[in-house]
């Protein structure tokens, strides 16, 4: 019951109120920027290479680890299983509104993260302190938005719907007791974590081109043996962006605003669009062309939801599974497994590695802003809720754990997006 509520909410203001935010700000961005997303791409990727050339300043963390530290959090399982549960609920068509997501996405995205580092400030660790709580303040004319932020960041922050996947896919495809799994990841994520985002940046770096890598050559692989669909598949995301489908085998049908939710809600999901934790880790860069690291976040949506993304929906799609009923947690394993084998034993294994920088990632940021909220107590609590939440929702229904996720996400692109409207002349759509 308390879960059904949840999910009526959550649709609601997936429905209506971010999907306001996200296409009238985007679009507003957009014009106002003319379409500098668009416009300025090669000159971006361009910036992105010169940073690999920059040495390490006197202060804050190497502009690429921070880069890499940031997709690390959206490039995960969130774009292998999250999204297509755009397309179980709301069909094929809610790919059209995912793509819609991201580009108005990529330029909220540089502006939250252009005005956390615009507003950032020194700490005493020799590095910076940034986000939407040192910014929002200014916005909303009142110290209040800062705790209530950094609390809703600290519930995004430990990444409970990951975990659940995770736990249950190694446990249930190398058959190892659950309880033993969610001990072991556990104690790998609290370990890890106490490095911060520096060594969160040194992990993803690391692993982050890798997956990118191979997870593209197999599914193009899977698309290239079912060119001949694709003609329908298309037409079937574009029709039906705009009108309500039809029930087919396990898919329930859907209505066009929902459909409109299901692509929006998870495409922001998966790419962080809006929620704020971006701009906590980018305001740590050691860079003083804040236009110029503010800019990579378009790379990293383009790669999240422009590739990753799509050809998640695509696989599943083009083998015809997305309507079979098959649980979401295998639906991209069981398209992979019919082309490449012991699916069983990789698929696990790149869902840890995936789900585990993410999650680190996450959990990092979220330790900062409980430390935002108190130097004393707000780490040790945060941990404590890390340590009961984590293994508690590791034997829920993965929908539930996901729900909770989303919400807290609309709730923190609500606020981000209304203070970075109300902040919007502060924003330079620049590489300077």
């Known amino acids: 019951m308390i879960f059904d509520t949840l999910e009526w909410v959550n649709e609601f203001v997936w429905g209506h109120i971010a999907f306001a935010l996200l296409l009238g700000l985007g679009l507003y961005f957009s014009i106002h920027s003319r379409f500098f997303q668009i416009r300025k791409f090669g000159s971006i990727f361009r910036s992105f290479i010169s940073f690999f050339e920059d040495t390490q300043g006197a202060k804050g963390i190497h502009p690429v680890k921070v880069f890499f530290a940031s997709i690390g959090g959206c490039i995960g399982i969130g774009n292998v299983v999250g999204i297509v549960t755009a397309i179980q609920i709301g069909g094929p068509?809610?790919?059209?509104?995912?793509?819609?997501?991201?580009?108005?996405?990529?330029?909220?995205?540089?502006?939250?993260?252009?005005?956390?580092?615009?507003?950032?400030?020194?700490?005493?660790q020799g590095g910076y302190d940034g986000g939407p709580m040192y910014f929002l303040p200014l916005a909303y004319k009142g110290k209040w938005i800062a705790p209530v932020i950094c609390f809703l960041l600290c519930i995004y922050g430990v990444e409970i719907f990951m975990f659940n996947v995770m736990a249950d896919s190694l446990s249930v495809n190398w058959n190892i007791n659950l309880y033993l799994v969610v001990a072991t990841l556990l104690v790998a994520i609290l370990v890890v974590a106490k490095g911060g985002i520096n060594r969160v940046g040194e992990i993803c770096s690391a692993l982050i081109p890798l997956f990118i890598l191979i997870y593209v050559f197999m599914s193009l692989w899977v698309i290239f043996h079912h060119t001949e669909?694709?003609?329908?598949?298309?037409?079937?995301?574009?029709?039906?962006?705009?009108?309500?489908?039809?029930?087919?085998?396990?898919?329930?049908?859907?209505?066009?605003?929902?459909?409109?939710?299901?692509?929006?809600?998870?495409?922001?999901?998966?790419?962080?669009?809006?929620?704020?934790?971006?701009?906590?880790?980018?305001?740590?860069?050691?860079?003083?062309?804040?236009g110029k690291q503010a800019a990579m976040t378009i790379i990293g949506i383009f790669l999240d939801t422009f590739v990753i993304c799509?050809?998640?929906?695509?696989?599943?799609?083009?083998?015809?599974?997305?309507?079979?009923?098959?649980?979401?947690?295998?639906?991209?394993?069981?398209?992979?497994?019919?082309?490449?084998?012991?699916?069983?034993?990789?698929?696990?294994?790149?869902?840890?590695?995936?789900?585990?920088?993410?999650?680190?990632?996450?959990?990092?940021?979220?330790?900062?802003?409980a430390k935002?909220?108190?130097?004393?107590?707000?780490?040790?609590?945060?941990?404590?809720?890390?340590?009961?939440?984590?293994?508690?929702?590791?034997?829920?229904?993965?929908?539930?754990?996901?729900?909770?996720?989303?919400?807290?996400?609309?709730?923190?692109?609500?606020?981000?997006?209304?203070?970075?409207?109300?902040?919007?002349?502060?924003?330079?759509f620049n590489l300077d």
């Not at 580092?117 to 005493?124: A, C, Q, T, V, W």
């Not at 495409?267 to 050691?286: K, M, N, P, Q, R």
């Open 93 to 124: 068509g809610a790919l059209f509104w995912t793509w819609i997501g991201g580009l108005f996405g990529m330029l909220l995205q540089y502006s939250e993260v252009y005005l956390g580092l615009k507003h950032r400030i020194e700490n005493k």
């Open 229 to 290: 669909q694709l003609p329908s598949i298309f037409r079937s995301i574009f029709e039906g962006a705009f009108t309500a489908q039809a029930a087919k085998g396990a898919f329930a049908g859907s209505t066009v605003m929902l459909t409109i939710s299901m692509g929006l809600s998870r495409g922001a999901y998966s790419g962080d669009i809006g929620v704020g934790y971006t701009s906590v880790i980018y305001a740590e860069s050691a860079t003083k062309k804040i």
């Open 310 to 369: 799509t050809l998640s929906i695509l696989v599943v799609l083009s083998t015809g599974n997305w309507h079979t009923g098959t649980d979401v947690t295998v639906m991209v394993q069981e398209a992979l497994g019919a082309h490449f084998p012991y699916m069983h034993l990789f698929m696990p294994a790149f869902l840890f590695l995936l789900g585990y920088t993410t999650i680190l990632t996450y959990f990092v940021v979220g330790a900062k802003c």
């Open 372 to 428: 935002f909220i108190s130097k004393k107590w707000g780490p040790t609590l945060y941990y404590i809720y890390a340590c009961i939440a984590l293994p508690l929702f590791a034997f829920v229904d993965a929908t539930q754990a996901f729900v909770i996720m989303s919400l807290s996400g609309a709730l923190l692109l609500t606020l981000n997006l209304i203070g970075i409207f109300l902040l919007r002349k502060q924003v330079h």
